[in-house]
């Protein structure tokens, strides 16, 4: 029997593995599953233990009391769900990026989480890949000199894919603090969608350290001729005095270092990222090492990701971190042109209807 009981909110995607991989670590006991539609639950739970399933979060978090309240819910729900770990007295909640839509939203989930001891985490579980793991070793060890840059580019739309982008080369850059934000966004499509998100974004940072971080996210992002794998095609690196080092999520690593060449190989995989993931929250529960998904960690990153979406809609530099709520994607629709978006890669153009 694990000692922590998980109660996972949410069995789509990211709540089978968020099941599996607390199942599989014997510090944990999944006690139930929980999805509005019944049907996702019955075969999820003959592969976790049979625990209890129901459609209410709510009543299932009263009722089982659970020490992990774990919710992957798709981004549009995110401060009822908070609510509900906290009221019932979770020692961790721990959620799937993004932290949230917009930074209304965002403060909603900080405000609540700021009544409550939890410890809270967010799952930016891909920097668990070695390839990923490899860029910071040789980042931290010193070997591309003092980091001046850091940057990030995906092909997909930024509610997938900024918040991982920005928290990467955050971690590259030891999570100095941003202190402002600028950016320009184009297309529309994307706007209806769940994730909802212009189709591209770009935008600059400058962190408290003195280096400049730069994004692109979207339709519009330059190609990685690296990957073949679509959702793969994500740069995320750091440029120093003395070289670079980058990471290409679907294929490997490279640095260009004064001491030479270095590249290896990875590949962003569930199986693999999730239970280093899941192991460090055991951590963090029983010896206190905070996790490196925590939500200070996430946070940051995600008022910088709120930051380029409201100076895509307002324009100038926005100063962060923010003190006031607003709904940025309502902004967006509001102040974006109709002209389709300009796509980079063929093959992006069935995402964004262009
Ligand atoms: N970290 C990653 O690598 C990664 C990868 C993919 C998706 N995500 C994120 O994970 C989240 C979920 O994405 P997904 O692809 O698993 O979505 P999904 O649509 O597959 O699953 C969401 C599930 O939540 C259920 N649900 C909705 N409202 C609910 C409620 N009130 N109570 C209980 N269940 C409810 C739905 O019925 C569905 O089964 C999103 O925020 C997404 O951005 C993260």
Known sequence: MGRYKVLVVGLGK??????????????????????????????VASTVGNPATGTDAAAMAR???PDVFCFTTLPDLRSDMIRIGVECGAKMIAFEK???????????????????????????????????????ETIAGGKIGKVHTVYGTAEGWAAHMLSHLIDYSMWYNDYARPAWVMAQAAGRHKLEDVHTSPDYIGGFVQFDNGVRGVYECGGGAPDVPEVQRWWGKNRIGAVGTEGYAEVYTGNGWKAVTK????????????????????QDMADWLDHGKVHPCSFDNAYAGFEVMMGMLRSAARGGQVTLPLRDGANELEELKRALSDAPLQVTLEESRKEYNC
């Open 14 to 43: 990211r709540g089978k593995h968020h099941a599996t991989h607390f199942h599989a670590n014997p510090t944990f006991e999944v006690v139930g599953l929980c999805d509005i539609v019944p049907t996702q639950l019955a075969a």
């Open 63 to 65: 009722e089982l009391k």
């Open 98 to 136: 993004p932290v949230a839509l917009t930074s209304e939203e965002g403060l909603k989930v900080k405000a609540l989480l700021s009544t409550s001891p939890a410890k809270v985490v967010v799952s930016h579980q891909h920097r668990y890949g070695k390839h990923y793991r490899a860029a910071k």
């Open 259 to 278: 001491a030479g060449i270095l590249t290896g190989d990875g590949a962003m995989a569930y199986d693999q990222d999730m239970p280093g993931y899941i």
